[in-house]
C-alpha cells in the first residue's frame, strides 16, 4: 500500500467516525425535541387497529422462556 493510499484510507475513516458523531448528536437531539405524548396520541388508532385483527395470546410466553433456561443451565 502507498502512502498516498494509506493517506487516503485514513482520512475516509476520520470522516466516517466524524459522520457518525454528528449523527448520533443529531439522533439524540431529535429523541430530546420529541412530544411523546403527541406521539402516542398518533399511534393509538393503528394500535387499536392491531389489537382487533391480532388478539393478544392467553399467555405470556414466560413459563416457555423458564423451561428453555432451565434446559440451558443443565
Known amino acids: 500500500m502507498t502512502e498516498k493510499n494509506k493517506d487516503l484510507i485514513l482520512r475516509w475513516i476520520k470522516g466516517w467516525r ?3 458523531q ?3 448528536r443529531m ?3 431529535r429523541i ?3 412530544d411523546t405524548s403527541r ?4 399511534l393509538d388508532d393503528a394500535f387499536k387497529v392491531a389489537i382487533l385483527h391480532h388478539k393478544p395470546k392467553p399467555y405470556s410466553g ?4 423458564q423451561e428453555l433456561f432451565k ?3 443443565q
Open 62 to 65: 414466560l413459563v416457555e422462556q
Open 39 to 42: 406521539a402516542i396520541q398518533s
Open 18 to 20: 466524524d459522520t457518525g
Open 71 to 73: 434446559s440451558l443451565r
Open 22 to 24: 454528528e449523527l448520533e
Open 27 to 29: 439522533r439524540h437531539e
Open 32 to 34: 430530546r425535541q420529541s
